[in-house]
C-alpha cells in the first residue's frame, strides 16, 4: 500500500520550530519517554537505536527503532510512537494522533489552531482530533515532558577491544618478566626459538603463538621456583 502523504508530513515537521532532527536526548531519556507514554497508553511499545543516518521505524505498533545520529529527541519519538497508537503510515489518522501527542507532551506544546493551520498550508490531511485515542487518554493534566538543552549529544561509541599479535604479547611478556625472572636463555630470530642453555637449535620455524606458550611456561615455572626459594628461606 502506497504511503502518499509520507513526504508532505515530512516537509511539513521540517518547516516547524517543534520538530528538531538532532539527537539531543540520550538513551536512557528516551526510554523515559517510551516507558511514559506506555504508561498512558497503556501499551507494551519496545525502544531499539542504531547507528547511522538511515530512517526512524515503528514496527506492527510495539517496536520503534531511533537512529543514534539524528533521532534522539522528542518530536521523532512522538512521531514514531504516533504510528504505534494508530497503526498507520502518514494518513489522516495518524496525522491526528501526532498533533495531539505533541500539543499534550512536546516541551513547546504548539496549540492546535497553529497546527491545524500549518498543516493546511502545506496540504497535509488530518482527521477528526475527537475521535482520536490520544483524545481519550491525553488530558491538560499531564505535565509536558521536561525542556532540556538541544545541543547534539554525540552517539554512544561502541568500545573496540584492541586486538594484539602473538608477537606482541611475547615483547610484553619479555619486557614485564624476563628481567625478573631472568628468562635469558631464549634467544628469539623472526620466529626462530632457540634455546641457548641446553645448545639446542631446531631449524624448524616456529609460530610467535608457540613462542608465547613457551615462555608462559618458563615464567610459570620461575615464578613457582621463586615461591619455594622464598618459603625455604
Given at each position: ?8 508530513v ?14 539531543y ?8 519517554v ?8 497503556k501499551?507494551n511499545?519496545?525502544l531499539?537505536f542504531?547507528?547511522g543516518?538511515?530512517?526512524?521505524w ?6 520503534i527503532l531511533?537512529?543514534?545520529e ?5 518530536a ?5 510512537y ?5 497503526n ?8 491526528s ?29 488530518f ?15 499531564l505535565?509536558p515532558?521536561k525542556a ?6 554525540p552517539e554512544?561509541?561502541?568500545?573496540i577491544?584492541k586486538r ?6 611475547v615483547?610484553?611478556?619479555?619486557d ?9 636463555e631464549?634467544?628469539f630470530y ?14 624448524e620455524?616456529?609460530?610467535?603463538k608457540e ?19 622464598q618459603?625455604?628461606?
Amino acid at each position: 500500500m502506497r504511503d502518499k502523504q509520507k513526504q508532505k508530513v515530512y516537509d511539513w515537521e521540517d518547516s516547524q520550530s517543534w520538530m528538531v532532527k538532532e539527537s539531543y536526548l540520550s538513551q536512557d531519556q528516551c526510554h523515559a519517554v517510551i516507558k511514559r507514554l506506555n504508561k498512558i497508553y497503556k501499551k507494551n511499545v519496545k525502544l531499539r537505536f542504531r547507528n547511522g543516518r538511515g530512517s526512524c521505524w515503528a514496527f506492527n505498533m510495539n517496536d520503534i527503532l531511533i537512529r543514534n545520529e539524528w533521532g534522539r529527541s522528542y518530536a521523532v519519538l512522538l512521531h514514531e510512537y504516533a504510528h504505534c497508537v494508530s497503526n498507520d503510515r502518514h494518513n489522516g489518522r495518524f496525522v491526528s494522533e501526532y498533533c495531539l501527542l505533541l500539543h499534550h507532551l512536546h516541551p513547546d506544546q504548539p496549540n492546535i489552531k497553529d497546527l491545524v493551520k500549518s498543516m493546511n498550508d502545506a496540504n497535509v490531511e488530518f482527521r477528526d482530533f475527537e475521535r482520536t485515542l490520544s483524545r481519550k487518554v491525553l488530558s491538560k493534566r499531564l505535565k509536558p515532558f521536561k525542556a532540556v538543552c538541544t545541543t547534539p549529544i554525540p552517539e554512544p561509541k561502541r568500545y573496540i577491544k584492541k586486538r594484539t599479535s602473538p608477537k606482541q604479547r611475547v615483547k610484553k611478556l619479555l619486557d614485564k618478566w624476563g628481567e625478573f625472572y631472568h628468562i635469558n636463555e631464549y634467544e628469539f630470530y623472526r620466529n626462530k626459538f632457540v634455546n641457548i642453555n641446553e645448545k639446542e637449535y631446531s631449524g624448524e620455524l616456529y609460530t610467535w603463538k608457540e613462542v608465547e606458550e613457551c615462555l608462559l611456561e618458563a615464567i610459570e615455572q620461575r615464578l613457582h621456583e621463586h615461591e619455594d626459594y622464598q618459603w625455604k628461606e
